[in-house]
């Protein structure tokens, strides 16, 4: 294994699929992952593994429910536009309790938008695109080093839950490039995933038939279905939130952002406590299950926040929500695959603080 | 002294009241597959995929392994079962609006990937589950729910022809078309069957059979006037008969 990669962020994806064991691939070119597609073409076909390009991005994410029907580790990867499309087949997935890993490499929108990084699918990936009440367990990477890291644990949550699992990254991380230090799957990790006994392999040796189905029309077997659903998603919030706190333990304004915009937070703290100003970041690192009661306990100490996104703001919503109108939460975004320079989001704080100081 | 031949219910079919109607090519088609189930001994590879549509419960009827898929995306999950495992034998269920509309896209690409498993299409001419919907190979002048004065091709087009469709592509192997109007076409439907499941043994690749078969709910007849339909009316439109069975090789000589 090579000790260190100098790789962009999609490539970082595929490296980590492909460590975790990814048995199957199933894409579409689109930009800004199509760096992806194209790392996958290369190198599952080199480790004999399966690289379909499929037709269409709705071709692509049926042929993921099938390989995973088929008790596969498998993946695809899209943007924005054609994650949309892919939604009717995630709500297959989660209704069906199949394991799968999602990549969207989010761009501008809505419709065709343009090429540029956002964050505008937030809601789409956390809220649940698709019908039905669902989650689906969202990572979000906000360095190359992430992006393979994060890719490796989505295929041990997605086999470990029996669930879809999205890593929601955006076009600069895709295709910055940064150093990469490879790290080999764990074994330890490997043997904690339940077995796939409800897998479709053909009714072997007699053994019962299995059947993979999302579909429960007798009665209440649907009502009931959902609130098996429910008390999974329940245990999942309880064990798998993830966060990361810069410089929060004595901070007065804390900003919350994720992906990209959290480096450019990172760098607006660091100015700020240069100069001695109260800011700190809150990173949340799992989008789904959302760190609500993390800020809850900040919103006990802070003056109040600052949520900065690539979007018309939407993980505002759940700060506000967590937050509950103890203390102010602010806004700060830009839209249409604007990125922010890190000055316009200091500036922004800067005043805020002087505001309330 | 010859042995008694007993008809009797395939193992491979479920004691599970069918919710088909009388005269309804899913019945008829069930049965077949599972008596094929049975004499090629494939249960234990089999994976098959059930539609939405009239057949969406076909997993209650066959005791194999089966899932499900999304309206129209069966070859899309068929290729992805495949695939991923190519030892398992995968086989594709689908109906007229499945297959022939929603699923146009799905279909052509699996067959021209030539994607080595196989397709059951059953062509009824009509959308039963929903309520008797035009379909894609819904007649011209035919009536249905959403046709009150007959399919007028000057706005809705004329029926897809699915396995003439198909046969222009390179990489299909097997392509037929078969009529469930009679024993004589039971049998042939369970012949080419047959040879869909020994192809894809074979690695061939593509195999799509094309059935034509009776609504008599949403033709509004009998089903005894149903295969008469099938034979007068749907048959001059949908020609039964082998289109392709050949190599890939022998296609592109």
């Not at chain 1, 644990?153 to 029996?162: E, H, Q, T």
């Not at chain 1, 959902?226 to 064990?239: C, D, E, G, T």
């Amino acid at each position: 294994m090579q000790k260190r990669l100098l790789i962009t962020g999609n490539e970082a994806v595929g490296a980590g699929a492909i460590e975790a064991g990814c048995d199957c691939y199933f894409g579409y070119p689109i930009t800004p992952q199509n760096e992806l597609t194209a790392y996958m073409a290369l190198h599952m076909l080199a480790e004999k593994r399966v690289f379909v390009q499929a037709e269409s991005e709705v071709s692509a994410i049926n042929m993921v429910y099938g390989a995973s029907s088929a008790g596969c580790r498998v993946m695809t990867s899209s943007s924005s536009p054609g994650v949309s499309l892919k939604q009717e087949g995630i709500s297959y997935l989660a209704g069906s309790e199949l394991p799968a890993v999602i990549i969207n490499v989010q761009r501008g929108g809505p419709g065709l938008g343009n090429i540029e990084p956002s964050q505008a699918d937030y809601f789409q990936a956390v809220k649940g695109g698709g019908h039905g009440d669902y989650c689906v367990i969202v990572l979000a990477p906000s360095s190359v080093q992430e992006m393979y890291d994060f890719t490796m644990k989505a295929f041990d949550l997605a086999d470990l839950y029996r669930m879809p699992v999205m890593v929601l990254s955006d076009g600069r991380l895709g295709q910055m490039m940064e150093p990469l230090k490879p790290k080999k799957r764990s074994k330890a990790a490997a043997a904690k995933l339940p077995p796939k006994d409800w897998s479709l392999t053909g009714a072997k040796d007699g053994r019962p038939k299995r059947v993979v189905k999302s579909f429960f029309p007798a009665d209440d077997t649907l009502e009931k279905h959902n609130q098996k659903l429910a008390a999974k998603y329940k245990m999942i919030q309880r064990k798998q939130t993830r966060a990361e706190d810069y410089f929060t333990e004595d901070a007065e304004l804390v900003l919350v952002a994720y992906g990209t915009v959290a480096r450019l937070c990172r760098e607006v703290v660091r100015r700020a406590r240069k100069k001695k100003l109260p800011m700190g970041l809150l990173r949340p690192i799992t989008l789904w299950p959302f760190p609500g009661t993390r800020i809850k306990r900040l919103a006990g100490r802070v003056k109040g926040f600052l949520v900065v996104e690539m979007s018309a703001g939407q993980m505002v919503e759940d700060v506000r929500l967590a937050v509950n109108g103890t203390v102010p939460v602010a806004f700060y975004g830009r839209m249409g695959g604007g990125v922010p320079e890190i000055d316009e989001i200091y500036r922004r704080a800067r005043k805020l603080l002087k505001e309330k100081l | 002294m010859k042995k008694a031949r007993i008809f009797k219910k395939p193992d491979a079919m479920l004691e599970v009241d069918s919710h088909y109607c009388a005269g309804c090519g899913h019945g008829i088609l069930h049965r077949i597959l599972a008596e094929l189930i049975d004499e090629l001994d494939i249960r234990g590879s089999l994976v098959g995929i059930a539609p939405v549509g009239c057949a969406v419960l076909a997993y209650n009827y066959l005791d194999i392994d089966m899932s499900e898929a999304a309206h129209g995306r069966v070859p899309s999950v068929a290729t992805g079962i495949k695939r991923a495992r190519p030892d398992t034998l995968v086989f594709g269920y689908q109906g007229d609006g499945d297959l022939a509309s929603i699923g146009t896209a799905e279909i052509i690409h699996a067959a021209n990937r030539g994607e080595n498993y196989t397709t059951i299409f059953v062509n009824n001419g009509v959308y039963g589950m929903t309520g008797g919907q035009m379909a894609p190979t819904t007649l011209p002048g035919q009536r249905t729910a959403t046709t009150p004065n007959g399919r007028d091709t000057s706005t809705m087009g004329f029926p897809l022809r699915m396995c003439e469709l198909l046969n222009t592509l390179e990489s299909p192997y097997l392509i037929v078309r078969t009529a469930l109007d009679g024993p004589a076409g039971i049998r042939s439907t369970k012949k080419w069957i047959r040879e869909g499941f020994l192809a894809q043994m074979e690695g061939k690749g593509f195999c799509f059979i094309e059935v034509l078969a009776s609504c008599p709910t949403y033709c509004r007849i009998s089903p005894e006037a149903a295969l008469e339909y099938l034979k007068k009316e749907v048959k001059p439109f949908f020609p039964t008969g082998v289109f392709r069975l050949a190599s890939k090789e022998a296609v592109n000589a």
